[in-house]
């Protein structure tokens, strides 16, 4: 009957991390290329885990103590894209992530909405370089846009290519699909805030559910305990 403790007690903080992984989605509802995080669960239990350490020949006992634990996964399809003819937003129609930061330690985003500093340096709302074939990018030019295979042309020119790079963009370009850029565009995020308050909710009942059998456990060995001894 203990092991109803563990098994609630681990429901109840699963639930925890699925409703912060909730409430992260919601703050970033209108947030350029997010993508959406989910919690689901898988079944543990620790006394087959403890007849795996022990390396028994012998067949586990029928397993006594199942745990539910939390994993997240993050949904990678792709939001709404919206018109801002803004000229430094972009957006990516398709597999891939914008590089930015420095070619030893790039880091992806789909958030492509981005600006000039005081250098003509194309960078992220935070300060960091977006990156090209050549390094960061620059606009030294008057004219300048961005064509939809990500090739910069200042001036009439073509300068340098965005560069858009991934493990994820490889695999699908090998299977043909394929990636194109938009100028003037940004993708939103791929929230639902429908969905979210739909999970929320269910987040809730099942805490309170978890909540409650740990109420009934403790209640049923107060009884035990409480029981007046027998005669022998």
């Known amino acids: 009957m203990i092991n109803g403790f563990y098994s609630s007690a681990a429901g109840m ?76 937003d972009l957006a990516i129609n398709g597999p891939g992530y914008f590089a930015v930061g420095s070619r030893q330690r790039a880091e992806f985003t789909r958030n492509g909405n981005f600006r000039l500093d005081n250098s003509g340096n194309l960078v992220t709302n935070d300060g960091k370089p977006v990156l090209g074939q050549n390094g960061p990018v620059r606009i030294t030019g008057n004219e300048w846009t961005i064509e939809s295979d990500g090739s910069i042309q200042v001036d009439g020119q073509v300068v340098d290519r965005l560069l858009i790079e991934s493990e994820i963009t490889r695999a699908a370009q090998r299977q043909g699909v394929p990636t194109s850029v938009a100028q003037g565009k940004l993708e939103g995020s791929n929230v639902s805030v429908v969905e979210e308050m739909v999970s929320m909710i269910t987040a809730l009942r099942t805490y309170e559910a978890n909540q409650k059998i740990m109420q009934a456990i403790d209640k049923t060995l107060e009884k035990i305990i409480n029981l007046p001894g027998r005669n022998a």
């Open 13 to 88: 903080l699963g639930q925890l991390e699925r409703q912060d992984a909730i409430s992260n989605n919601l703050a970033n509802v209108n947030t350029a290329g997010y993508k959406r995080t989910s919690v689901s669960f898988s079944a543990f239990s620790r006394d087959l885990d403890a007849a795996s350490r022990k390396a028994s020949t012998t067949p586990p006992q029928q397993a006594r103590c199942v745990l539910p634990v939390p994993f997240a996964t993050q949904d990678s399809s792709m939001g709404v894209i919206q018109d801002t003819s803004n000229p430094t």
